[in-house]
């Protein structure tokens, strides 16, 4: 368990029990724990048991119904899961995981006093996140930018001496295709691409970097994106030049 955890990056959660009673040494954090639900969750097994309700089990042939504590699931619109927990340190503790249209989020309580407090500050969180935020399609946004300025700027980035004078540009990795954002924050989206570099001597590889598009929140950077060459260039040889002569000549 301690192993996984820092396999998923987790800095304040350490196990030393596995079943989750208290112990000094035994702790994690509320957003550590989103974290190991979200891992979870891509468990296809592990999804399928905590967004399952009641389940009919035999012991010793007889058939038995099993419940499932979660008391948002069933009751609350897109919930799907996760755990609930309870120690005498952590107190009443619930993790809820929700999809609604596509929008799907982690909430944790931890620290509760009672199920009633705890199922109170979760539905809490939970509305609050879906009537404040939007999800907000960045990677159109950006792709629509570079397009633009593509069409614009790509023939100003010159290769001196390249058999071709022009170098097709892409963009490189996203940190984000589709983010959430505050309604009221989404007018404050901007996208601008800088430190470009226009001119480069042959050869030139592929993937080598010519500026950088960055996405701000605001003031926050948000992404930080590299602007590449999508192509190798080679440099003009003796022959090239011999055809650029007899085609001016002629």
Known sequence: MNKKAEQLGLKNTHFVTPHGLDEEEHYTTAYELGIIADYAL?????SEIVKTKSYQVMINNNSKTITNTNELLGYLDGVNGVKTGF???????????V?????NIITVVLGADTKKIRTKDSIKLIEYIYSNYELVDLKKLISEEFDYWNKINKKRVYIYKGKKQNVDIKLGEYKYNIYPVKKEEIKDINIEIQEVQTYFEAPIYKNTQIGILKLKIKETELMNIQLLTNEDIKRKDTKDYFVELIRDFI
């Open 99 to 103: 999809n609604r249209n596509g929008f």
């Open 42 to 46: 891509n468990i296809e097994k592990i």
């Open 87 to 97: 120690t005498n340190g952590a107190g009443r503790c619930l993790v809820t995981s």
